[in-house]
């Protein structure tokens, strides 16, 4: 039979994490599982974009109440859907959901596999809830990591608990041979303009104060050089305050959060990655499989996606002109960016596709489930001899 998932997810936009969810379930991950997703909602019962991607995928989503971030009335509201709708696993990501999925392994004895996509660090109230994240995984049946990166972090965990299944990119999702003509008409961009670009949340970790020192100074070099900024978060107005002392007014654009960023991708003549933290990046998947030579930082998994002097360019974190000076060195020969792109995009479609995500997820549904069945038989002889 097939296993019956309780999958818990704390998300109200698609991010990453939920990305790799939808790809699961179109690529296999229905036919030899069962997955029920839970989400967490306020008074306010509206559907959120991670609810709605979920739906779409074809997979029930069961909304739990909640007044607080960590309301104990959860645990009851889970336990009651486990035990109702007989889910054999536990999948959980993010603190919020391994706290709720360990109390119910605790609660019920079912396998609990924990998903860790990484850690930022914006604010105290996050590094608390990732020191919480840190304290339950350890209880987990099986830990997976998103790189190996994540994974030698682990050192918390016993290591035969630990599995790196990466991120995957899903080229029947996206369509490659848009111009992006129409997110930089959307942005009164000139056609003839360079455009380098960079994706993800604004917030401290993704070092995009950085990208913009660095652009600023391949300005200089390139004056018809100009910066898109894809997303939106809590640093925006330092950003904005960064680009006016720059001097960059009318020469970067700000996106705000979009849902599609693909026609960004296709505007862009080079993606940045001034990362100073992270897990396994989507982004660098994303550019990659749009064709997109790289510069990205030496930081947490971004070395094992991106090939340095083969898929793009690997700098040093907190570093603009070393970011800079990689940038212009790009810039400058077209023939380098498309080699690069070429590259990138074999690359993610070899070792990045989401059928082979797919089935690593399954395997590790099947391994645990196979522990649990001879964990219980052993019980079961042992009670027999007593």
Request: charged fraction near 20%.
């Amino acid at each position: 039979m097939k296993p019956r998932v309780f999958i818990a997810m704390a998300s109200k936009i698609l991010g990453g994490p939920g990305k790799g969810l939808v790809q699961f379930f179109r690529n296999g991950g229905l036919e030899l599982s069962t997955p029920l997703c839970i989400s967490y909602s306020g008074v306010d019962s509206a559907k959120t974009e991670f609810m709605r991607a979920i739906e779409a995928a074809g997979v029930r989503v069961v909304p739990l109440r909640q007044e607080y971030i960590l309301d104990p009335r959860l645990i009851n509201q889970a336990l009651n859907i486990v035990r109702t709708e007989r889910c054999g696993l536990l999948q959980s990501h993010g603190y919020k959901s391994h706290a709720l999925c360990a109390a119910l392994h605790w609660r019920t004895g079912l396998p609990w596999i924990a998903f860790v996509h990484g850690w930022t660090s914006e604010n105290t109230k996050m590094r608390m809830y990732h020191c919480l994240e840190k304290t339950l995984v350890p209880f987990a049946t099986r830990v997976v990591a998103v790189s190996d990166s994540i994974s030698r972090r682990l050192a918390f965990v016993t290591g035969d608990k630990i599995r790196v299944i990466p991120n995957a990119v899903d080229p029947a999702e996206v369509e490659i041979g848009n111009s992006g003509r129409n997110a930089r008409a959307s942005l009164d961009i000139p056609p003839q303009a360079l455009v380098a670009g960079v994706v993800g949340r604004f917030s401290p970790e993704k070092g995009q104060t950085y990208f913009l020192r660095a652009l600023a100074l391949a300005r200089a070099h390139f004056p018809q050089l100009i910066g898109i900024l894809v997303g939106d978060g809590l640093d925006r107005q330092a950003l904005e305050a960064e680009v006016a002392a720059l001097g960059l007014s009318g020469s970067i654009h700000f996106t705000g959060h979009v849902t599609d960023v693909a026609e960004f991708y296709r505007a862009m003549d080079l993606v940045v990655m001034p990362s100073l933290s992270e897990g396994m990046p989507n982004v660098a998947l994303e550019a990659m499989l749009f064709g997109k030579a790289l510069v990205a930082t030496r930081v947490g998994g971004i070395p094992e996606v991106v090939l340095d002097a083969v898929t793009g360019l690997i700098v040093e974190p907190r570093d603009s002109d070393q970011l800079a000076s990689a940038m212009c060195s790009l810039l400058e020969s077209r023939a380098l960016l498309e080699s690069y792109g070429r590259a990138g995009r074999q690359r993610v479609l070899d070792e990045f596709n989401p059928a082979l995500r797919t089935r690593r997820i399954l395997d590790l549904y099947q391994e645990v489930l196979e522990v649990r069945s001879a964990t219980g038989m052993q019980a079961g002889s042992k009670e027999i001899q007593a």
